[in-house]
């Protein structure tokens, strides 16, 4: 009888037991409410419940790790005791770029699934409560934090429990489409100034992987900004990323884990340092991309195009010009022979192609033998900076006269491209190619440095795409034959032109310096320099030693000094290898050092009016996405800083990283609930005056100055 009655309770606690049941609460910008995959649960077993976000739109809160900047949503369960939570079940996140920051979150509506366990000793019938402390960092414009104590009743009974119709569905499809382990071999290097990332697997062959993109589990394994080059290999893919704080001291961690995005898939991949396989990458791959950090790439019609508009350009350069125009007046004597004509046009063609043709697999050759030879690469080697600096130096001091280069290559080839007939016009072009071979010409440097980071077909597509463009006035006009009386005959303009053309080489040369800056450090720049006055001394007696052996003397010593010097200016530029930059407040971006500032307080500010002084406030914090867009670039350039100098203003930052009642109520006395909050007070006193939430340089200092004369 006894076990009878027990029967009979628990069916009736079935029967009346009240389904989960929640109340949602609004916290300004978003709605937060607990809902459960199940409307009950059974001693010991486990249920998932959500903290469901409906955000506002425009705005958006964080996953595990906010990138660059911003805060996690962070949840501190109170249960019942011997109930337990587990840890939430974090959905693949969405990039959230701003000016130059990197965050990761979500918009519109998320679910933040939890385990939760009852305990064995759970008793049928009971409804228990879950409750939930869950603060948000919600952010648009302004970044606001918010707190939701939410509540959910669960009944506790037997047997399985019944799943919610309302949300029993969307958590399943959460649960499903959450970052899972995956069954890939994953292994990272550091490669230069670059994390190589190489992930291979069965579920990864033949997969489309044209929007990869990691995301770190910790915040300083990368920098979040930079683009994350793909390359796709036979069994894999390869990511190369930028290193973040914890690469610049030590040798950096031994692992990295985190979330692979791949074709709307996500991963939980954990990466042991090592060597990437050759599986990750490697020739017959299709086209990679850079994705993130608002970069992007050309992609091949566009490199092809510009390769082709390069290669036009290119015919202009005059160490080319006179090979072209002596080939054209050989095609000039046969205007009356159409077909030799042409047949001379399509033998040049093919010479400049086959020459391009048999450089491009010279270069994928070595890059499938595991050298970096892509530009994107180079760049990052604070060494090849500097080499590529002496070399476009080299290339101006060329132009502008300084010493002469390529005369002999034309002399070598004088007597192939002399030959009448096809072979003539063959070794015309691909003499062409040798001598133009040490120039660069608009729109090649984009279209070549995406080309020599690509799948084989693609770079050879893009190289050939450049001959045909170099090809096109000559082997036009040889199917043109009226065209060939219009070209420009050689004379005193083309010095002119080859002295003007020296410019964008020094302008060339002064980037990469400022990259090398970047890269190594101030302490790069003596060295540098004084690479680049070995080298112009160099040049210098080079051309003296030319200009005398045309006057009929053997300047052999002078020559001789001169290829020392050279030798000498390209040691000192690459070796020793660079140190890493020292840390100062120096900014990464052409910035410069960051205007003084003190704590914000009221007591300061009232003595900073009192002594009649500007005062700039800035309401900050660390997690602010737009208060560190304003900090990078418009509160740290020189502008700014002569501005502050100039008008003797006061600079207090009001940090409200953490909380504090002072900010917040100063925030609240002027119709704010979050930051930033950027006031600017008058030398005579008075009220501040708000600024606008987005800072320019300019309406700092117009503010600023404004400030002085009242």
């Known amino acids: ?41 059974a001693p010991g077993a486990t249920t998932y419940v959500a903290v469901r976000q409906k955000i506002d739109k425009g705005w958006h809160t964080y996953w595990r790790n906010s990138g660059d900047s911003g805060e996690a949503t962070s949840v501190v369960w109170t249960l019942p005791p011997g109930w337990t939570a587990g ?89 499903s489409d959450a970052p899972t382990p995956a069954n890939f071999a994953s292994v990272f290097a550091k490669q230069g100034t670059s994390i190589v990332l190489a992930v291979t697997g069965e579920g990864l062959k033949g997969a489309d992987v044209s929007d990869a993109y990691f995301f770190p589990f910790d915040s300083t394994v990368i920098d979040h900004a930079k683009p994350q080059v793909i390359e796709r290999g036979p069994e894999g893919l390869t990511l190369t990323l930028t290193p973040g704080y914890a690469f610049q001291e030590g040798e950096g961690p031994k692992s990295m884990a ?60 005059p160490c080319v010009f006179p090979i072209l125009a002596m080939k054209a007046a050989s095609l000039a004597g046969h205007a009356h022979d159409r077909r030799t004509a042409q047949g001379q046009g399509l033998a040049f063609l093919a010479g400049v192609l086959a020459t391009f043709l048999a450089l491009a697999v010279a270069l994928i050759a070595v890059r499938a033998g595991g050298a970096a030879v892509g530009w994107g690469f180079q760049l990052q080697s604070p060494p090849v900076v500097a080499g590529l600096a002496l070399l476009m130096l080299a290339v101006a001091l060329n132009l502008s006269g300084v010493f002469e280069v390529g005369s002999s290559l034309q002399g070598v080839g ?27 010409a608009p729109f090649m440097a984009p279209a070549l440095g995406w080309a020599l980071t690509q799948s084989a077909p693609a770079a050879i597509t893009v190289f050939l795409a450049l001959g045909l463009g170099f090809a096109a006035p000559f082997a ?132 900073a009016q009192a002594a009649g002084k500007p005062v700039f406030v800035n309401f900050t914090a660390a997690w602010c996405v737009t208060c560190q867009v304003n900090e990078k670039v418009a509160l740290s350039t020189q502008g700014v800083a002569d501005a502050f100098k100039q008008t003797g203003a006061v600079y207090l930052k009001a940090d409200w990283t953490l909380k504090d009642a002072v900010i917040e109520a100063e925030l609240a006395k002027h119709g704010r609930a979050g930051v930033p909050l950027y006031l600017i007070y008058g030398a005579k006193g008075g ?24």
């Open 414 to 440: 004088t007597g192939l491209a002399g030959k009448r007939g096809m072979a003539g016009a063959f070794f015309t072009g691909a003499l062409a190619v040798v001598v133009a071979a040490p120039c660069t």
């Open 87 to 175: 840890d939430i079940v974090w959905p693949a996140p969405t990039r959230q770029p701003t000016g130059p920051l990197m965050n990761y979150g979500y918009q519109g509506e998320v679910l933040l699934p939890v385990p939760i366990t009852a305990p064995a000793s759970a008793k049928p019938g009971e409804t228990v409560t879950l409750k939930a402390a869950v603060s948000f960092l919600v952010c648009e414009e302004i970044c606001v934090p918010e707190d939701a104590v939410l509540t959910l009743s669960l009944p506790v009974v037997e047997g399985l429990a019944e799943p919610n119709p309302a949300w029993s569905g969307p958590l399943a499809k959460a649960l």
């Open 258 to 317: 985190g979330v692979l995005s791949i074709g709307g898939k996500a991963y939980e991949i954990g990466a042991s340092l090592g060597t990437p396989p050759p599986g990750a990458s490697g020739l017959g791959a299709p086209p990679s991309k850079a994705v993130g950090g608002g970069g992007g790439a050309l992609g091949l019609p566009l490199a092809a195009a510009f390769a082709f508009l390069g290669g036009l350009i290119l015919n202009l350069m």
């Open 1 to 41: 009888m006894r076990r009878f009655f027990a029967k009979l309770v628990a069916v009736c606690a079935v029967l009346v037991a009240t389904p989960a049941l929640a109340e949602p609460v609004d916290t300004g910008h978003l709605v937060a409410e607990l809902v459960a995959r199940d409307q009950s649960i």
């Open 687 to 710: 009220d501040g005056v708000i600024l606008p939430q987005i800072l320019t340089e300019g309406l700092i200092v117009r503010a600023l100055k404004d400030a002085q004369g009242r």
């Open 476 to 607: 036009l006009a040889a199917f043109v034959p009226g065209l060939l009386t219009r070209l420009p005959k050689p004379g005193p303009w083309m010095d002119g032109f080859k002295k003007l053309l020296a410019f964008p080489m020094y302008g060339a040369a002064a980037w990469l310096v400022w990259v090398l800056t970047i890269q190594a450090g101030e302490t790069a720049l003596a060295r540098i320099f004084a690479a680049a006055v070995i080298l112009a001394l160099a040049a210098w007696l080079l051309g003296v030693a030319q200009r005398r052996s045309a006057a009929g003397e053997r300047p052999l010593v002078l020559a001789s000094v001169g290829g020392v010097l050279v030798l000498a200016a390209a040691v000192a530029a690459i070796w020793p290898s660079y140190g890493a930059p020292q840390p100062g407040p120096v900014a990464s971006a052409g910035g410069v050092a960051a205007v003084p500032y003190e704590a914000y307080s009221p007591e300061k500010l009232a003595a």
